[in-house]
């Protein structure tokens, strides 16, 4: 019996006492509850490319996709509290949503369901088998006319292909009840402070990999009336890099998804990427071992149920900007980067020609945050960004140890380093010739511009009355 099919007789088996004897009492406090409840809708579409698409994620690959391993999905979550006030999630199995689809969507949603920007959150799962989306990170593709027309396409329909899927869900309105849960796995790796190659016989001693971590699983499961499981969504911080092969894959948190629904037909698992930008999967580059890890998360989730704890149908939802400094890019770097070639040396080359015909770049990034409230005070943050471990663990110390915290949210515009590893410098401290920003490096107190951002929000949440009140928060100078 292969680790897979194994796996899912486990589950099986779970499932079927579950049936036999009674759900545990976390999934049936719908039915016992009389009172006031959520009310849910689910949709999903397959937003699987054709082969002969560019993939994202990898500067080293030489040429488009040339099948899938599974479809990659864009799912929909919306829930409305008792007072009426919808919040709308998306995930989606891509690299990331870049600005200008995000407020497309965004857009499209404000004019056909009257939602604000507060109300939306798009995630993605930053796996790097999925597509390249248009004018993102194109510096480091080899892109020719042919693809970027292909890619706009596409990115024009991913864009209906989200408003239609909450349209969906929305029509899907049904009572609900929410429970959130916490549990672990512990394959992320921090891999600013491990030689990859070390780490398989680090963990045959029973030694712990070098470096902070977050194995933090956490989420809230969705049930209806009756009991009966509607959805999951579930986070993890780690990079979705195990794979680096040409056929389309959603990487481990694919494989978690597919696992759950396989366990749990009918119900739609939704993945969002924690604040894993200096987090790998290791060791990788192999599909037994992401479908391995898939199966990890999948049984980490799994292993929740009548674990959970019942949020209140309370919703209150804010966002914001933060503007962010950098010191732009200057001209000595830029001839360097030219010279060193390959993706480096397209991004120079770029940024010399806009100088030289006169274009004025600007010095700050309109950078999202965004908090929801769920019940009485389960906070939901979302970053945009390719954020470090830090953030996740400074805010679980600071402001509660059961805060779920997303990255790659709303936008992804380069590496949100923290102070320490602002400090540190390297590849995670910007990554800027990679989502090609004029920048050379971020502000100093980066950290503590996004953090107070944060605490902001969730000041204003906490004080706003009714609970489901929307609340406009205003843009955090410099």
């Not at 040396?345 to 004025?360: H, P």
């Not at 515009?413 to 990554?431: C, D, F, K, Q, T």
């Not at 009714?466 to 406009?472: K, M």
């Amino acid at each position: 019996m292969t680790r897979r099919s194994s796996f899912l007789a486990a589950i099986k088996v779970v499932v079927i006492f579950g049936l036999l004897s009674g759900f545990p009492s976390a999934w049936i406090t719908a039915s016992e509850n009389p009172g006031p409840n959520w009310r849910v809708g689910v949709a999903r579409q397959v937003i699987t490319p054709p082969a002969g698409q560019w993939m994202a994620g990898y500067a080293s690959r030489q040429r488009p996709a040339e099948g899938k391993l599974h479809d990659l999905w864009l799912k929909v979550l919306v829930l409305e509290d008792q007072a009426g006030h919808r919040g709308v999630f998306i995930s989606a199995d891509i690299l990331g949503f870049p600005r200008h689809v995000s407020e497309k969507i965004c857009q499209e949603l404000c004019q056909k369901f009257g939602l604000e920007r507060d109300q939306i959150m798009l995630a993605a799962s930053h796996t790097h088998c999925g597509p390249v989306l248009e004018n993102a990170l194109y510096d480091i593709y080899p892109l020719d006319n042919a693809q970027k027309e292909l890619i706009a396409r596409y990115t024009r329909q991913l864009e209906q292909w989200a408003v239609t899927a909450v349209e969906r869900a929305i029509q899907s309105l049904r009572p609900a009840t929410l429970s959130a849960f916490e549990s672990e796995a512990h394959f992320a790796v921090n891999r600013r402070n491990n030689k990859e190659g070390e780490v398989p016989s680090l963990l045959a001693r029973g030694e712990q990999p070098r470096g902070p971590v977050n194995h933090r699983v956490p989420g809230f499961w969705v049930t209806d009336i009756s009991g009966n499981p509607v959805a999951v969504v579930f986070g993890y911080a780690c990079h979705a890099t195990t794979l680096d092969i040409y056929q389309w894959c959603g990487d481990y948190p694919g494989f978690a998804q597919l696992s759950i629904e396989k366990a749990l037909p009918g119900v739609t698992a939704m993945f969002f990427a924690g604040c894993g930008a200096d987090q790998n999967p290791i060791p990788r580059r192999s599909v037994e071992l992401c479908e391995k890890y898939g199966e990890q998360l999948a049984s980490a989730v799994l292993s929740t149920w009548g674990k959970s704890n019942s949020l209140a149908p309370k919703l209150c939802t804010a966002f914001t900007t933060v503007d962010l400094r950098f010191d732009l890019v200057d001209d000595a770097t830029l001839n360097r980067a030219v010279q060193s070639g390959g993706y480096q040396a397209r991004w120079a080359n770029r940024l010399l020609s806009e100088k030289a015909a006169g274009k004025q770049w600007t010095d700050t990034y309109p950078y999202p945050v965004q908090v929801w409230r769920l019940g009485e005070d389960q906070h939901w943050v979302a970053l945009g960004g390719e954020v470090v471990v830090d953030y996740a663990n400074i805010m679980e110390k600071s402001i509660s140890p059961t805060i779920w915290v997303t990255g790659y949210a709303n936008d992804v515009m380069a590496y949100i380093p923290s102070r320490r590893v602002w400090e540190e410098g390297g590849y995670e401290s910007g990554a800027f010739p990679v989502y090609g920003l004029p920048a050379a490096r971020w502000e100093p107190n980066i950290e503590h511009r996004i953090l107070a951002a944060v605490q902001s929000l969730i000041a204003k949440l906490k004080v706003a009355e009714p609970a489901s009140e929307q609340v406009a928060a205003p843009s955090h100078g410099r």
